[in-house]
């Protein structure tokens, strides 16, 4: 019974993500905005190299996605590996899983506090899109949370 509850929950939130979307749409239509909250679960730095901060370490994260407005509990996750360049500066890919597809993103980060990424594509309802990504720190205290604000276009 529960199985079957999950395609409907999966459609309502697509739905209420994108209003002007039709539930029979298998892609995005036209432009969309969603905006989230994350809270980080886990957070994991591998050192290689030399020791502290150098070129070739990682940072794993991985988060739980809210809507608030649509349910308290979590909505999808994501992961994020970002491998150090630089002083503070990482090249991040990224994965949000959320109820309609997955979106994929990248680029380069220096502030965890804030940082902006490109969608580079998606699956499910977001297979032809592309876009950006604004991240901003809301909480600082553990754990860490943000809003997260998708930016796509189809392409």
Same mark, same amino acid.
């Given at each position: ?60 994260? +991985?988060?739980? /996605?809210?809507? &608030? @407005?649509? %349910? #308290? ?6 992961? *994020? =590996?970002?491998?150090? $360049? ?43 899109? +592309?876009?950006? /990504?604004?991240? &901003? @720190?809301? %909480? #600082? ?6 809003? *997260? =604000?998708?930016?796509? $276009?189809?392409?």
């Amino acid at each position: 019974m529960k199985r079957s509850l999950v395609p409907a929950l999966a459609a309502l939130c697509a739905a209420l993500l994108f209003p002007g979307s039709s539930g029979s749409s298998t892609t995005l239509k036209g432009p969309g905005i969603i905006r989230i909250t994350s809270r980080e679960t886990n957070l994991t730095r591998v050192d290689t190299g030399a020791l502290g901060r150098s070129p070739g370490d990682m940072e794993i994260s +991985r988060v739980l /996605l809210y809507n &608030t @407005r649509i %349910r #308290q509990r979590p909505i999808g996750h994501g992961q *994020l =590996v970002c491998i150090y $360049v630089g002083d503070n500066l990482r090249n991040c890919d990224g994965t949000f899983v959320l109820p309609a597809g997955k979106l994929v993103v990248s680029g380069g980060l220096v502030y965890r506090s804030l940082y902006d990424l490109a969608v580079i594509g998606g699956t499910g309802l977001y297979s032809n899109v +592309r876009g950006t /990504l604004i991240v &901003t @720190r809301v %909480r #600082q205290k553990a754990p860490p949370g943000d809003v *997260l =604000v998708f930016r796509l $276009v189809v392409s």
